[in-house]
């Protein structure tokens, strides 16, 4: 079964500043998709970014980003030129590749989130 | 595209009850996965349908079942509710080997006293 780790529960940034949450995972598949997702206090799941684990080039969404890295199994979100609209829940998720069937159909593999806090 | 619709948004029961909850997906895509979102336990996978059929569940007791109709929308059903069931609970639907990526409702927030 696969894991997936976020070791900050909390981080803070200022204002127009940059900040990276972590995440790790852990899995024997080779093909698979990594997402960052965001939860405002609004509770809406909101999709901020996508990487498929077969593309090495990293994914960036406007001021978002991800640092991939497969052999660490190592997934980062570094968010740039921060605004409070940033603030939220970051949840690091995990998807099997398609025709893996069986138990991974549908399911996403969540993090345990990071709060992040901009400050103006 | 209208996304992800969930119906109620809110939901106050008792113990012993039961809820169903509905989720109506994006125009077009046929598969709808359902999670349980709790402080202590985080978010959990319930089950995905796709084109009315259950193809993978997660390790919730059978008071929890769900179904989805032809039109792709889905309902999950909580009998005997327990203290232990409130949680938000959220929808996703997606257009599996198309495009892997779930899009999320706003969630049903259930409070069983």
């Known amino acids: 079964a696969q894991t997936v780790t976020q070791s900050q529960p909390e981080m803070s940034v200022q204002e127009a500043e940059t900040v990276t949450l972590s995440c790790t995972y852990d899995?024997?598949?080779?093909?698979?998709?990594l997402f960052w997702y965001k939860q405002p206090p609004s509770r809406q799941m909101i999709l901020v970014i996508r990487q498929e684990a077969y593309k090495q080039q990293n994914a960036t969404e406007n001021r978002f980003s991800v640092n991939f890295q497969k052999a660490a199994k190592s997934f980062s979100l570094k968010i740039s030129d921060s605004q409070l609209g940033d603030a939220a829940m970051y949840f690091c998720a995990y998807r099997s590749a398609p025709y893996a069937g069986g138990t991974s159909y549908g399911k996403l593999t969540f993090g345990q989130g990071t709060i992040l806090t901009v400050h103006p | 595209k209208a996304g992800v619709t969930q119906t109620p948004r809110y939901l106050i029961k008792t113990r012993g009850q039961q809820v169903t909850l509905s989720c109506s997906p994006i125009?077009?895509?046929?598969?709808v996965s359902w999670y349980q979102q709790t402080p202590g336990q985080g978010l959990q996978f319930l089950f995905e349908?796709?084109?009315?059929?259950?193809?993978n569940k997660g390790n919730f007791p059978g008071r929890f079942s769900g179904r989805q109709f032809s039109n792709s929308r889905s309902e999950m059903n909580v009998s005997t509710l327990e203290l232990g069931d409130s949680a938000l609970y959220l929808c996703?639907?997606?257009?599996?080997?198309?495009?892997?990526?779930?899009?999320f409702g706003p969630g049903t927030r259930l409070l069983v006293l």
């Open positions: 349908y796709f084109s009315e059929t259950q193809r």
């Open positions: 996703a639907s997606s257009l599996p080997g198309v495009e892997e990526t779930q899009y």
């Open positions: 125009s077009g895509h046929r598969s």
């Open positions: 899995t024997s598949e080779s093909d698979y998709y």
